[in-house]
């Protein structure tokens, strides 16, 4: 399975983006996609997860009433609405793929698939 995301940028403070990854490959035994991210000197976070297994959208508590993740499983395709954009929300942003379980789905090790970063950058 291959994740190609795209769609960040320069924005500012309380601007939007839209982050988009789509998924090529094997995708049928995929149920969860969601977002980590990483800034300069930090440890990778969770952002948020949607899974079908599961149920339900998952968000971290510092983006939660900000960020919105969907899906469209047609297109094998997963989204990150990000609204009010802040500049602690700058980092690079990994789409992710895999089956983790309810317990482990804010947790990195848990996702098999991984794109490659895109970056978003929020200026003051």
């Known amino acids: 399975v291959q994740l190609q995301a795209s769609g960040g940028g320069l924005v500012q403070d309380g601007g939007s983006l839209r982050l988009s990854c789509g998924a090529a490959g094997h995708t049928s035994n995929i149920y969860a996609m969601g977002w980590f991210r990483q800034a300069p000197g930090k440890e990778r976070e969770f952002v948020a997860a949607h899974s079908k297994r599961i149920g339900g959208t998952y968000y971290s508590d510092s983006v939660k009433g900000r960020f919105t993740i969907s899906r469209d499983n047609d297109k094998k395709a997963a989204y990150l609405q990000m609204n009010n954009l802040k500049p602690e929300d700058t980092a690079v942003y990994y789409c992710?793929?895999?089956?983790?379980?309810?317990?482990?789905?804010?947790?990195?090790?848990?996702?098999?698939?991984w794109g490659e970063g895109t970056q978003v950058t929020v200026s003051s």
């Open positions: 992710v793929a895999g089956n983790p379980i309810l317990s482990s789905i804010r947790l990195a090790r848990a996702y098999t698939y």
